[in-house]
DNA sequence: TTCCGACAGTGGGGTCGCAAT
DNA sequence: ATTGCGACCCCACTATCGGAA
């Protein structure tokens, strides 16, 4: 197959608004594929390379981004030679790799059309922006395999990705499904949580349920086979090696076949409470002198949940039931706390339920999470049986300037610049972005109102007379070598903007610092 | 007919590893 | 030695479609 077919459709499926044509088009295609090509077509349409990020951004795309690079004159390049291209460039290392690098992208973009160059550069960029990624590329391959979706979607999320189901499916049909099964050493997507405004909501919520502590570090899907033991990400990425502690901790589980999901974190040396994020998050990250980072700053694995153990799957039983089989598992410090509120009606059962969220926030941790006690574990979904609750503060700040915004948001003012009022009263000091929370009128209000103020304007960023206030939504602090008072908000989001409010009333860094 | 679940899009800060300067 | 880029960790929120109620 062209890559100009799946250029075609992808631009189909771009200028079509309902997610049906949007299915019917991806199936079309899929079904024209043989099931060799498949896999990549599907990867494609649903808006990644097969070989993942391979070393290019914006600034080596900038480039040849079209029209930069004089397009070939008729389509010739087939799915198969461009996917040997990727494969190429995703090898390439040392020194003079990103010269390199860019040679080869824009060789691939010179044999390209301009439709086939576009497709490559949201590819290589990830930002397909055709209004379908891994979800609606399932339904697409549903449709074309003529498979129930949910059948298909559970697969999937067994297998941990699209494309080689996709496959199977296609070439022999929905009894392929069965091959797909969760087995231990393979990572599944993990379940995930929505957001609930109190503790009280949740808890009415879901009824029968499970209020645990929600600790604020990396997620990680450990697996056991014997010696053999795999950790995984969120995003599941093979983190084993990084990670010798969370090994250690699970050979010492008395099962010899499990996978757990949970937590890790770390302890501050110095106070013995919860490590900050950054912390725990620069340890995952670090693959230089393992050993060492390990001793500077070691790793708690704390789990919640588990999906199999003893070659047995658990994914499909109640909650209560996998807890059961996690207490018989682990000692109490390798689980999260828990509180069953057996009885949601009763206000005694709701005030243990608060004082639990309070007493969790007192140790230090980020919230809680409520899970019905009934709900099976839904891998790759964000389910509604698990809530989660997180303190919110709220704090009045000055917009210094805005940075016009892309894709839907062209044309309007949307990243704004944050200030809280310096301690001396002289002027404003920035303390973070944000671009949430904003529904299109107030795009189009803040976009009018800061044209007004505007006092400068490089062409993506414009600076204003520091007069309008928002007021701030965010969850923390953090430390910031970014920002000049050494701090920086955390899931910084827009509540409103409070044209009524005068500048020079505008919460103080001082504030800021003292509300933590 | 209305409501609501699921999706995609639009980006935020920090940290690490690596190449370029 | 420092800077810039890319990948990936955490993530909030709104608009939209389409099936459920």
Not at 87 to 95: I, K, M, R, S
Not at 287 to 316: H, K, N, S, T, Y
Request: charged share 25%.
């Amino acid at each position: 197959m062209l890559l100009a077919r799946v250029a075609e459709v992808s631009r189909a499926v771009a200028a079509v608004p309902a997610r049906s044509r949007k299915i019917a088009l991806l199936a079309e295609l899929f079904a024209e594929a043989t099931p060799e090509e498949s896999p990549l077509v599907i990867a494609y349409l649903s808006g990644r390379l097969p070989q993942g990020r391979i070393g290019v951004g914006w600034s080596t795309l900038k480039e040849v981004v079209p029209p930069a690079v004089p397009p070939a004159a008729a389509p010739a390049l087939t799915l198969a030679g461009v996917d040997a291209a990727m494969d190429e460039l995703a090898a390439v290392a040392g020194p003079g790799s990103q010269a390199e690098r860019t040679r080869r992208v824009r060789e691939l973009c010179a044999a390209a059309t301009t439709e086939e160059q576009e497709l490559l550069v949201r590819l290589l960029s990830g930002e397909v922006r055709q209004g379908a990624l891994d979800a609606v590329a399932l339904e697409g391959v549903a449709k074309a395999a003529a498979v129930p979706a949910t059948e298909l979607r559970r697969a999937v999320m067994l297998e941990g990705a699209l494309p080689p189901v996709a496959r199977a499916v296609l070439a022999d049909g929905r009894a392929a499904l069965d091959r797909f099964t969760l087995r231990v050493g393979r990572p599944v997507q993990p379940m995930l949580a929505h957001t609930a405004a109190s503790v009280v909501e949740a808890v009415e919520a879901l009824g029968p349920c499970v209020v645990e502590e929600k600790l604020d570090g990396i997620r990680v899907q450990v697996h056991r086979e014997g010696e053999d033991v795999w950790v995984h990400t969120r995003s599941l990425d093979d983190v084993t090696a990084r990670l010798p502690e969370v090994v250690a901790a699970a050979r010492e589980v008395p099962s010899e076949s499990f996978i757990l999901d949970g937590e890790l974190i770390a302890l501050d040396p110095g106070s013995g409470r919860p490590a900050a994020f950054q912390f725990i998050a620069g340890r995952v990250g670090s693959r230089a002198d393992v050993l060492g980072a390990q001793a500077a700053l070691p790793l708690i694995p704390v789990f919640f949940d588990v999906l199999a153990a003893d070659g047995e799957a658990l994914v499909d039983r109640p909650g209560r039931e996998r807890n059961a089989v996690l207490v018989r598992l682990l000692p109490e410090e390798r689980r999260v706390r828990r509180l069953e509120i057996t009885a949601p009606e009763d206000p005694a059962g709701r005030e243990a339920a608060e004082r639990f969220f309070a007493d969790t926030l007192a140790r230090g941790h980020e919230g809680v999470l409520v899970k019905a006690l009934d709900a099976p574990y839904v891998a790759g979904r964000r389910g509604r049986t698990w809530l989660k609750v997180k303190p919110v503060h709220t704090v009045d700040l000055v917009v210094l300037a805005a940075e016009r915004g892309s894709g839907r948001r062209t044309g309007y003012l949307s990243n704004l610049h944050l200030g809280a009022r310096a301690a001396d009263g002289g002027g404003f000091v920035m303390v973070g972005k944000t671009f949430k929370g904003l529904t299109d009128a107030m795009l189009r209000w803040q976009t009018d109102r800061l044209a007004e103020l505007a006092v400068e304007d490089d062409g993506s960023t414009v600076r204003v007379r520091p007069e309008l206030v928002v007021e701030i939504a965010y969850d923390g602090l953090q430390r910031s070598t970014r920002y000049p008072a050494g701090i920086t908000l955390r899931f910084a989001r827009v509540l409103r903007h409070r044209p009524d409010k005068p500048a020079a009333e505008a919460d103080t860094v001082d504030t800021l610092l003292g509300e933590g």
